[in-house]
């Protein structure tokens, strides 16, 4: 883990503690941290979120784990665990809403920025939101999709979403 990913993790670990000591907030249906990216990278910052969280004194679940503090397991119609924050990635997360969502990965939504399912995983990611979201990605410096997000945060208290259509290649009309 190179140091501005372990820089992340770190602020979000801190930020979660702040939101259940100095705000109230539960740590299960109030908070959910989700994951954009897909296969063993996504799984990889799963683990490495719930590591962080759990030498914090943070308990975690990953949907479909049989108690709190695993991985993995058989519980596949379990989303929630009382008393623990949900890790998971943006495929577990819907039909799901927290208080305040924290989304990790920009990084990897800036690697393939012009992927429009990569894209669409961000959105959904964020709707997850009925209050604040929060935004965390390592290795994106530089990268046109950074000045697009620092530009939305710019524009605030206003979102507002353009989708420009993937490029349409010639053979499509066949």
């Given at each position: 883990?190179?140091?501005?990913?372990?820089?992340?993790?770190?602020?979000?670990?801190?930020?979660?503690?702040?939101d259940v000591?100095?705000?109230?907030?539960?740590?299960?249906?109030?908070?959910?941290?989700?994951?954009?990216?897909?296969?063993?990278?996504?799984?990889?910052?799963?683990?490495?979120?719930?590591?962080?969280?759990?030498?914090?004194?943070?308990?975690?679940?990953?949907?479909?784990?049989?108690?709190?503090?695993?991985?993995?397991?058989?519980?596949?119609?379990?989303?929630?665990?009382?008393?623990?924050?949900?890790?998971?990635?943006?495929?577990?997360?819907?039909?799901?809403?927290?208080?305040?969502?924290?989304?990790?990965?920009?990084?990897?939504?800036?690697?393939?920025?012009?992927?429009?399912?990569?894209?669409?995983?961000?959105?959904?990611?964020?709707?997850?939101?009925?209050?604040?979201?929060?935004?965390?990605?390592?290795?994106?410096?530089?990268?046109?999709?950074?000045?697009?997000?620092?530009?939305?945060?710019?524009?605030?208290?206003?979102?507002?979403?353009?989708?420009?259509?993937?490029?349409?290649?010639?053979?499509d009309d066949?």
């Amino acid at each position: 883990m190179d140091g501005s990913t372990a820089e992340s993790l770190c602020a979000l670990t801190v930020n979660i503690a702040c939101d259940v000591l100095r705000e109230g907030l539960q740590l299960s249906r109030n908070i959910l941290v989700v994951i954009v990216g897909a296969g063993a990278s996504a799984n990889s910052m799963m683990l490495k979120v719930g590591e962080g969280l759990k030498a914090a004194g943070i308990d975690f679940y990953i949907p479909s784990a049989d108690i709190k503090n695993l991985p993995a397991g058989k519980n596949p119609n379990r989303f929630w665990l009382d008393g623990a924050v949900t890790i998971t990635t943006i495929h577990r997360a819907k039909g799901n809403e927290a208080d305040v969502v924290y989304v990790v990965g920009l990084d990897e939504v800036a690697k393939v920025e012009g992927d429009i399912q990569v894209r669409n995983q961000l959105f959904t990611a964020m709707s997850r939101s009925r209050g604040w979201l929060h935004l965390s990605g390592s290795q994106m410096a530089g990268r046109p999709f950074e000045r697009e997000v620092r530009q939305v945060l710019a524009s605030h208290p206003t979102l507002t979403i353009r989708p420009s259509p993937p490029p349409r290649r010639m053979d499509d009309d066949e």
